[in-house]
């Protein structure tokens, strides 16, 4: 089987991760890595930085849209690697069914954050990627039927970069989005584990 043989059997098994991952490289390349906003302003999660306007009309692309935005060839590089093992991760040991609702609920809520806190000139995948990251942590502590599990140095090391991110040496990151994407995981983790219910109400 050649190389092109297994990224088709991947992606075939691993649609949404695949379909993230291929709508991130077609809009950073068509938007020269996010330099170019006339291209990619209809994706932003608005043009104004209050009233959501163009969502109350009836964009709701917008809630999800900024996740395929990236701003630099280490931005998209990294986001993509983390989603690549996260997301096939999730899909393949549990379902796309599961990976989507999971997609849905970390874009649009850490979306909602960010620009909240920021503003609407914003994007990338990290928000995501961070729900991910704690929604595995916490089934592989609290599922262990689920097949999940979290190398201890990658945990160790993406909080680092939480924190180097808040502590602002990285410049304009960004923040909130990774937050939100790090509870929202949590929780949607214990909301998947059976055993943790039954252990705590006994049934």
Same mark, same amino acid.
């Given at each position: 089987?050649?190389?092109?043989?297994?990224?088709k059997l991947w992606a075939r098994y691993n649609r949404v991760t695949a379909t993230l991952i291929a709508l991130s490289i077609i809009v950073a390349l068509l938007s020269k890595i996010g330099s170019d906003f006339q291209l990619i302003h209809v994706l932003f999660f608005s043009e104004y930085r209050q009233g959501l306007p163009e969502i109350l009309s009836g964009q709701l692309w917008r809630l999800f849209t900024p996740i395929i935005i990236h701003f630099g060839i280490l931005h998209i590089a990294f986001n993509m690697l983390w989603l690549?093992?996260?997301g096939s991760a999730v899909e393949q040991r549990q379902n796309s069914k599961r990976m989507l609702i999971l997609v849905i609920v970390f874009s649009v809520l850490s979306? *909602?954050?960010? &620009?909240?806190w920021s503003g609407p000139i914003f994007g990338g995948m990290s928000g995501v990627v961070y729900g991910?990251?704690?929604y595995v942590w916490a089934q592989g502590k609290f599922n262990p039927r689920s097949g999940l599990e979290l190398d201890q140095n990658t945990t160790i090391m993406m909080l680092i970069w939480f924190i180097v991110c808040w502590l602002g040496l990285v410049?304009?990151?960004?923040?909130?989005?990774?937050?939100?994407g790090l509870v929202c995981g949590v929780? *949607?983790?214990? &909301?998947?584990s059976p055993q943790f219910w039954r252990k705590r109400f006994k049934y």
């Open positions: 089987m050649n190389g092109f043989d297994q990224l690549y093992q996260l979306n *909602l954050a960010q &620009f909240f991910l990251l704690a410049g304009n990151i960004a923040n909130m989005a990774h937050t939100v929780i *949607l983790g214990l &909301f998947y």
